[in-house]
């Protein structure tokens, strides 16, 4: 069934065999459609009725920062890589030479960054543990398998490698035997993350068979869910059949003496400004749920003090908390949206200083590496030169966690390994900074 501008009816997604459909009802030029057909080759597509309807500016395209969200662009892809593509354009999608190019590009856009599959994955007698991370002492991610899509696909989403239909790739749990029996094993987790993807594509059933087992163990006290669902179809919480059904898991979830947070995903002030958008959130809070805010900071997206400053106040005043302004990860089509960290750290002092203290909850410009949660804090002018001031907001080694440490100044660095740490660094944390990072933390001989 389609859905409508504004509708109540069942999630419909459109991807790259929807395009000709897409075209005949959008106005989709014909460069931004080739892109769309020779990218999503590479990087996933997908979108839906209300992204399109309600969140695009279809005046404003192709620069408008919704479309440059869901739509993939020129100068995602590097050019010899199109160039490829152009060559093998028409080849069924099987044929053995595409196979090999697609996996090839994929390889060069670092599907997994920060060490993801070798640092975070717990192991049990040498084997994998199933949709499982534990990087954080107190804090294990959890990927249920039906919650490995979403409502629609970020451009920018640095785990778009969940989407391509490479198992290899892929971090999905078939259930939640193994994460109940790794939180008996590791009593310092307090703190599980459902994450994706967007767990909230799964049925309120299903949901409900992942987090129930969890209020089975006491020592959890903290469950996020991760979710763009408030942006992208807040219908989830509104007119789906079964919205009232997740709201109620919620509120069961609150009830057991825990705190739920969603941890909602906007990147622009236009996801928050609909009234489908503002409703879903307040019958979210209205379970006893907290909802934090986060997004990364892009290029053709939300690179001004103006955009996050208008973000930031609309989260507010959805009584929502701002919580992160992340840089671009090291994967994908990152260089498109990539902002230096010089740039990025004056975009956020800038927006950060026209806010209300109640929206001061905001962290950033936030870099997620092997590392930990490195902060950029400022620039410093000091005798021996220009310097970044960070320091480690979460850390792989708790030790690590809040000690402040400088970098060499860089005008066109972007991430954590672009920065020269300063010798004068405590050795242990430069030994964790240039890449000396212990297992995972809930790895098993």
């Known amino acids: 069934m389609q859905t409508t501008a504004r509708g109540g009816s069942r999630f419909r997604a459109l991807g790259p065999r929807q395009l000709d459909e897409i075209v005949r009802r959008y106005p989709l030029g014909g460069e931004e459609r080739e892109t769309v057909r020779l990218f999503s080759r590479v990087l996933p597509f997908r979108v839906n009725e209300y992204v399109l309807t309600e969140l695009i500016d279809w005046s404003r395209v192709p620069d408008d920062p919704a479309f440059q969200l869901v739509f993939p662009?020129?100068?995602?892809?590097?050019?010899?890589?199109?160039?490829?593509?152009?060559?093998?354009?028409?080849?069924?999608?099987?044929?053995?030479?595409?196979?090999?190019?697609?996996?090839?590009?994929?390889?060069?856009l670092n599907p997994h960054p920060g060490g993801q599959l070798d640092l975070n994955v717990p192991r049990r007698d040498g084997a994998a543990v199933p949709g499982l991370q534990h990087k954080y002492r107190e804090t294990v991610l959890y990927f249920p398998g039906h919650g490995q899509t979403c409502h629609a696909y970020c451009t920018y989403c640095f785990r778009w490698a969940q989407f391509i239909g490479a198992p290899d790739l892929r971090f999905a749990a078939p259930g939640p035997e193994d994460l109940i029996r790794h939180l008996r094993e590791h009593p310092e987790v307090t703190d599980?993350?459902?994450?994706?993807?967007?767990?909230?594509?799964?049925?309120?059933?299903?949901?409900?068979?992942?987090l129930e087992p969890l209020l089975r163990?006491?020592?959890?006290?903290?469950?996020?869910?991760?979710?763009?669902?408030?942006?992208?179809?807040p219908q989830r919480f509104t007119t789906d059949p079964d919205a009232d059904d997740a709201l109620r898991l919620f509120e069961q979830v609150v009830a057991s003496g825990r705190t739920l947070a969603v941890m909602a995903h906007f990147s622009h002030e236009r996801e928050l400004a609909?009234?489908?958008?503002?409703?879903?959130?307040?019958?979210?809070?209205?379970?006893?749920?907290?909802?934090?805010c986060q997004a990364p900071l892009m290029a053709h997206v939300n690179d001004s003090a103006d955009?996050?400053?208008?973000?930031?106040?609309?989260?507010?005043?959805?009584?929502?908390?701002?919580?992160?302004?992340?840089?671009?990860?090291?994967?994908?089509?990152?260089?498109?949206?990539?902002?230096?960290?010089?740039?990025?750290?004056?975009?956020?002092r800038d927006a950060y200083s026209r806010l209300p203290g109640l929206a001061r909850?905001?962290?950033?410009?936030?870099?997620s590496a092997s590392v930990g949660k490195a902060v950029v804090d400022g620039v410093e002018e000091l005798p021996e030169g220009r310097f970044f001031r960070l320091r480690l907001l979460q850390a792989r080694d708790p030790g690590l966690v809040a000690r402040p440490f400088r970098a060499r100044w860089s005008p066109t660095a972007a991430w954590?390994?672009?920065?020269?740490?300063?010798?004068?660094?405590?050795?242990?944390?430069?030994?964790?900074?240039?890449?000396?990072?212990?297992?995972?933390?809930?790895?098993?001989?």
Not at 82 to 100: K, S
Not at 277 to 290: E, I, M, P, Q
């Open 73 to 108: 662009q020129p100068g995602m892809l590097a050019g010899e890589d199109v160039d490829l593509l152009r060559r093998l354009d028409g080849r069924p999608d099987g044929d053995r030479e595409v196979v090999a190019a697609v996996a090839g590009i994929r390889a060069r």
């Open 192 to 210: 599980v993350l459902v994450t994706g993807g967007d767990p909230m594509v799964m049925s309120s059933e299903r949901l409900r068979a992942h």
């Open 217 to 233: 163990v006491d020592r959890v006290r903290t469950i996020r869910i991760g979710t763009k669902s408030p942006a992208y179809w």
């Open 274 to 292: 609909t009234p489908l958008a503002r409703r879903s959130l307040a019958r979210v809070r209205a379970t006893g749920a907290s909802v934090y």
């Open 307 to 348: 955009a996050w400053s208008a973000l930031w106040r609309a989260e507010l005043a959805a009584g929502c908390v701002p919580y992160y302004m992340f840089v671009a990860r090291d994967t994908g089509p990152y260089r498109y949206f990539q902002v230096s960290l010089d740039r990025a750290a004056g975009i956020f």
């Open 361 to 367: 909850t905001v962290r950033g410009p936030v870099m």
């Open 416 to 445: 954590l390994d672009d920065l020269e740490p300063d010798p004068a660094t405590d050795a242990d944390l430069l030994a964790a900074l240039s890449g000396a990072a212990p297992a995972a933390t809930g790895a098993r001989p």
